[in-house]
């Protein structure tokens, strides 16, 4: 089984600061992890994935994250905010880049303060 | 990106009264579509699986005659909440599977029964 924990619900940041997101995965089969945003009432947007290549994956909107193996983590990173990074970002687990469903987890909302 | 579809966006209805949601994948074949559910403030539960042509596969604790999935073609599977309740209320997402195993997400359906 596959399980994703999201740490901090709410993350809040200034303009300009470093966002960090943090996720930390279980898998019993090499991972495929992926990061979505979430903006009120939409859908999700794909912001990144590792599907087992570079351990650092770079994205849209300047984010990037690093898989490391030795820790299960897969921590969503982007060096200056902006006002329009605000939304809910899911971090997902699946056991491959598209074939079975992902597993999400909770969600961590980021508030960027002016 | 490949482009997923769902109608309508929104929907208020009745208690008692059934729904459909349509979702469809606009520029490719899709013989797997997933369908999740996000409730308030909370992440996304896969639902259920859709395949073209085949009966749905539902996650344990959905109940298959209350939320009927339908793939009839490759590019649409529409999911029916009959005789909905207040408790139905959410939001519905749904995923579509490229033929290259790629998964894209629907801008999601709110649904708010009265």
């Known amino acids: 089984a596959q399980s994703v924990t999201q740490l901090g619900s709410h993350v809040s940041v200034s303009e300009g600061a470093l966002v960090l997101l943090r996720c930390n995965y279980s898998?019993?089969?090499?991972?495929?992890l992926f990061w979505y945003v979430q903006y009120p009432n939409q859908g999700l947007q794909l912001l990144l994935k590792?599907?087992?290549?570079?351990?650092l994956v770079k994205g849209i909107n300047g984010f990037e994250a690093e898989f490391k193996k030795s820790e299960t983590s897969f921590h969503l990173t982007k060096p200056s905010a902006h006002m329009s990074d605000a939304a809910e970002y899911f971090c997902?687990?699946?056991?491959?880049?598209?074939?079975?469903?992902?597993?999400f987890g909770k969600g961590t909302r980021l508030s960027v303060i002016a | 990106g490949a482009v997923v579809s769902q109608h309508p966006s929104w929907v208020i209805c009745k208690s008692g009264t059934s729904v459909k949601i349509e979702c469809r994948s606009l520029?490719?074949?899709?013989?797997?579509m997933f369908w999740y559910r996000q409730f308030p403030k909370q992440s996304l539960m896969l639902m259920a699986t859709?395949?073209?042509?085949?009966?749905?596969?539902?996650e344990q604790g959905v109940e298959k005659d209350k939320f009927l999935i339908n793939h009839a073609s490759l590019t649409l599977s529409t999911l029916t909440v009959t005789s909905a309740h207040p408790e139905d209320s959410s939001f519905y997402i749904c995923?579509?599977?490229?033929?290259?195993?790629?998964?894209?997400f629907g801008p999601g359906t709110r649904l708010t029964v009265l």
């Open positions: 859709s395949n073209e042509g085949s009966k749905a596969t539902y």
């Open positions: 520029d490719f074949q899709a013989t797997t």
């Open positions: 997902a687990v699946s056991e491959d880049s598209g074939n079975t469903p992902l597993v």
């Open positions: 590792y599907t087992s290549a570079a351990t």
């Open positions: 995923s579509a599977r490229t033929p290259y195993n790629e998964q894209f």
């Open positions: 898998s019993s089969v090499p991972p495929y």
